[in-house]
């Protein structure tokens, strides 16, 4: 198998999204996460293709779930390595139960791994404007605010050393099949993409192909842009108020002046209250314990909250809310 010459606007839309959002910058080792699927042999070649021009250093990551359902996908993935002549890592699963959560877990935790042990700062997905867009819907149904509407984002950090860059964001799932079709890459197709227990498959086979055909011919572009406003939108709001945060907060203590707080929006208060409980419980509290908290604000003088995970409560002392063990 050879990386054909032929130049798409999809190598020029990628090329021009590196050059915009320069996240994956010249010379970088790159570990690319293969999974044998549509979206990810479509990365992988068009990073290849791209590399004289970014002298990129390539890899890939596969990891096995070593279900059932796919067995032999591992092999394939090592196959393409091997033709194309890239480094190849690989994590195994032992026990891994059959949910798509434990199954997203266990992933992240081996690609981290992998790089990790190799050395790469970067993690790069095939993450596509429809996984964008079926996100949107899942974390929709299930009651997420702005963060969770903004679905995937282009970057996203792992470990303080280590980044998730997803750079087909703009580019959709028909147009990485088309892709592949072009130039015949050998794509595995997932048994457990076609499993209809698992939510986002119902939503990619059931949902998106109603609204499609009954409301809007472009609704995965449509949501797509949606996640991309909110994903801006998002980011100042976070950055607004950590530096709210930074005036509210006793440094080192976990008290928040809560009259500063008072001349803020809802929504910032509600922002400050999540990031101080984070930061000072370590915990990513529910909307429930953000609200318990953020009604504290205005509260009278001794009012408490129930206890958190921990034993901790939020208490009115005077000016401030304190975090009290
Ligand atoms: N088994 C795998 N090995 C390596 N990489 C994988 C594997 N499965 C998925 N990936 C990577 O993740 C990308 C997204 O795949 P998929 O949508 O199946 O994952 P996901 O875990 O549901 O994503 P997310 O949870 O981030 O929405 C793929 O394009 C590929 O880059």
Known sequence: MKHGRDWTHLHTRLHQTCRQRQFLKKQQRLLIAV????????????????????????????????????????????????????????????????????????????????????NFPIIVTGHTLSDRAETLLYNLIRGSGADGLQALTWQRPLTPNLQLIRPLLNISRPETLEFCQQFHLPIWEDAANQNLKYARNRIRTQVLPYLKTHFNPQVEA????????????????????????????????????????????????????????????????????????????????????????????????????????
């Open 35 to 118: 999974s044998g699927g549509q979206d990810s042999l479509c990365l992988l070649k068009l990073l290849l293709d791209l590399q004289p021009k970014w002298e990129w250093q390539l890899a890939i990551a596969h990891c096995d779930h070593n279900w059932s359902m796919d067995v032999g996908i591992a092999d394939h993935v090592r196959h393409i390595a091997q033709n194309w002549d890239v480094p190849f890592y690989l994590k195994t699963a032992h026990h891994l139960k059959e949910s798509e959560a434990s199954a997203r877990q266990w992933r992240y935790q081996a690609l981290i791994e992998i790089a990790q042990e190799r």
């Open 222 to 325: 449509a949501l797509a842009r949606t996640a991309e406003i909110l994903g801006s939108e998002v980011e100042y709001l976070e950055e607004s108020a950590r530096t709210l945060l930074a005036q509210a907060q006793i440094p080192n203590e976990p008290s928040l002046n809560r009259i500063l707080l008072r001349r803020a929006a809802l929504a910032l208060q509600r922002r400050v209250v999540r990031q101080f409980i984070q930061q000072t419980l370590s915990i990513a509290p529910s909307f429930e314990q953000i609200e318990a908290v953020t009604h504290l604000i205005n509260a009278p003088n001794g009012s408490r909250t129930s206890t958190f995970p921990g034993g901790a409560v939020a208490e009115v002392r005077g000016d401030y809310i304190c975090l009290i063990h």
